[in-house]
């Protein structure tokens, strides 16, 4: 079989090349910084793009495909002007995408080029026929100029993404004493180690769910919300699910949880109990007694016991009301002819609404 018969449904590929049939596209500081630490610690995925307006994120990676979008600060104040500056890029993205059958976007919102070119990466996928989802990491709850961009950006990618995952900021650090640059840096990798247990990372004492099962799992309309818990104290794999459950409470209507994809991460010593009993008493915490559950675990750890929890099946979420303007015309949107940049070009009218 060669490579160009390969689907996606062949996953974990052996081929070389077929690695192209899954890009990994970071977007902006907060993408790019990510997407670079997964390329570190995947063992499967192998072909990651970098799109970014600053020189600075991509100016020490030595793997990967790299898009830079000339911009000066002045020039990238709203996700709207990063956007139509990109356009000259647009060819260079769709030839780093065409062998894609699967696109991974990894971005920030809030900042005007993370919420101006995620959703244009989501739109290159969805007019070529390609499944793409979105892993997005949303503001911190103090950082309230950012939200309407979030907002915005946010329903842009639920139009175009084939799924959303969510990751909230406020929720990844449990030292908020922590220096800033230290903080930051431990929140991506939280992020990428996430995701690379949960798509599978061909380690020896490892059980994953795999890409093809995420994929699918995130298929849907509802939202997609993705939460980390540790126990440093007691080190018990229980723990660690409990404190990842706990966050939910604060994003989501936790009750609406339809579907759950676990993975555990422990050192050798955990015993099939010990993970049984950690996941078994999830679905009295999360949705409504119903909720379906598939598992994963790592046996590998050198870490404190870690969960990462993804569920989906919600409505709604806390960061429904980050755009100001959609939460106004909610009610008229069916009245409303919307193009690709109608809630975000018009910020330019109310570009002051969130300072205000």
Same mark, same amino acid.
């Given at each position: 079989?060669?490579?160009?018969? @390969?689907?996606? #449904? $062949?996953?974990?590929?052996? +081929?070389?090349?077929? %690695?192209? !049939? =899954?890009? *990994?596209?970071?977007?902006?500081?907060?993408?790019?910084?990510?997407?670079?630490?997964?390329?570190?610690?995947?063992?499967?995925?192998?072909?990651?793009?970098? @799109?970014?307006? #600053? $020189?600075?994120?991509?100016? +020490?990676?030595?793997? %990967?495909? !790299? =898009?830079? *979008?000339?911009?000066?600060?002045?020039?990238?104040?709203?996700?709207?002007?990063?956007?139509?500056?990109?356009?000259?890029?647009?060819?260079?993205?769709?030839?780093?995408?065409? #062998?894609?059958?699967?696109?991974?976007?990894?971005?920030?919102?809030?900042?005007?080029?993370?919420?101006?070119?995620?959703?244009?990466?989501?739109?290159?996928?969805?007019?070529?026929?390609?499944?793409?989802?979105?892993?997005?990491?949303?503001?911190?709850?103090?950082?309230?100029?950012?939200?309407?961009?979030?907002?915005?950006?946010?329903?842009?990618?639920?139009?175009?993404?084939?799924?959303?995952?969510?990751?909230?900021?406020?929720?990844?650090?449990?030292?908020?004493?922590?220096?800033?640059?230290?903080?930051?840096?431990?929140?991506?990798?939280?992020?990428?180690?996430?995701?690379?247990?949960?798509?599978?990372?061909?380690?020896?004492?490892?059980?994953?769910?795999?890409?093809?099962?995420?994929?699918?799992?995130?298929?849907?309309?509802?939202?997609?919300?993705?939460?980390?818990?540790?126990?440093?104290?007691?080190?018990?794999?229980?723990?660690?699910?409990?404190?990842?459950?706990?966050?939910?409470?604060?994003?989501?209507?936790?009750?609406?949880?339809?579907?759950?994809?676990?993975?555990?991460?422990?050192?050798?010593?955990?015993?099939?109990?010990?993970?049984?009993?950690?996941?078994?008493?999830?679905?009295?915490?999360?949705?409504?007694?119903?909720?379906?559950?598939?598992?994963?675990?790592?046996?590998?750890?050198?870490?404190?016991?870690?969960?990462?929890?993804?569920?989906?099946?919600?409505?709604?979420?806390?960061?429904?009301?980050?755009?100001?303007?959609?939460?106004?015309?909610?009610?008229?949107?069916?009245?409303?002819?919307?193009?690709?940049?109608?809630?975000?070009?018009?910020?330019?009218?109310?570009?002051?609404?969130?300072?205000?």
């Amino acid at each position: 079989m060669s490579e160009t018969d @390969l689907r996606l #449904d $062949d996953f974990p590929y052996s +081929n070389p090349g077929y %690695g192209r !049939k =899954v890009a *990994v596209v970071g977007v902006g500081s907060a993408g790019c910084r990510i997407a670079s630490q997964l390329s570190k610690e995947s063992k499967l995925l192998e072909h990651f793009v970098y @799109l970014t307006c #600053d $020189d600075h994120d991509i100016a +020490n990676l030595t793997r %990967g495909e !790299k =898009v830079l *979008v000339d911009a000066t600060s002045k020039s990238k104040s709203t996700p709207y002007e990063v956007r139509g500056l990109a356009m000259s890029k647009i060819p260079q993205l769709r030839q780093q995408i065409k #062998d894609s059958e699967l696109v991974i976007i990894i971005s920030g919102l809030g900042g005007a080029v993370g919420s101006g070119l995620a959703p244009l990466v989501a739109r290159e996928a969805k007019e070529k026929g390609v499944v793409s989802v979105a892993i997005l990491v949303m503001p911190f709850s103090f950082e309230k100029t950012k939200h309407y961009f979030a907002g915005g950006a946010l329903k842009q990618l639920r139009d175009y993404a084939s799924g959303v995952i969510l990751i909230d900021n406020d929720e990844l650090l449990q030292n908020k004493e922590m220096p800033a640059i230290d903080a930051f840096s431990l929140v991506n990798q939280k992020i990428a180690l996430a995701i690379n247990k949960l798509l599978g990372a061909a380690e020896r004492h490892e059980f994953s769910v795999g890409l093809n099962n995420v994929v699918d799992f995130v298929k849907t309309k509802s939202y997609s919300v993705l939460c980390i818990g540790e126990d440093s104290k007691t080190a018990e794999c229980r723990k660690a699910v409990l404190e990842a459950a706990s966050h939910f409470d604060r994003i989501v209507d936790k009750t609406q949880a339809s579907k759950s994809i676990v993975h555990v991460s422990a050192d050798k010593s955990v015993t099939m109990n010990e993970v049984v009993t950690s996941i078994g008493g999830l679905s009295g915490i999360l949705g409504n007694g119903t909720m379906q559950i598939e598992y994963g675990f790592s046996a590998n750890s050198t870490s404190c016991p870690a969960a990462f929890i993804m569920a989906t099946g919600f409505s709604s979420t806390k960061f429904d009301n980050y755009d100001p303007v959609d939460r106004a015309l909610r009610n008229k949107r069916n009245n409303m002819e919307e193009g690709f940049d109608s809630s975000l070009g018009i910020e330019m009218l109310v570009g002051n609404l969130e300072r205000e």
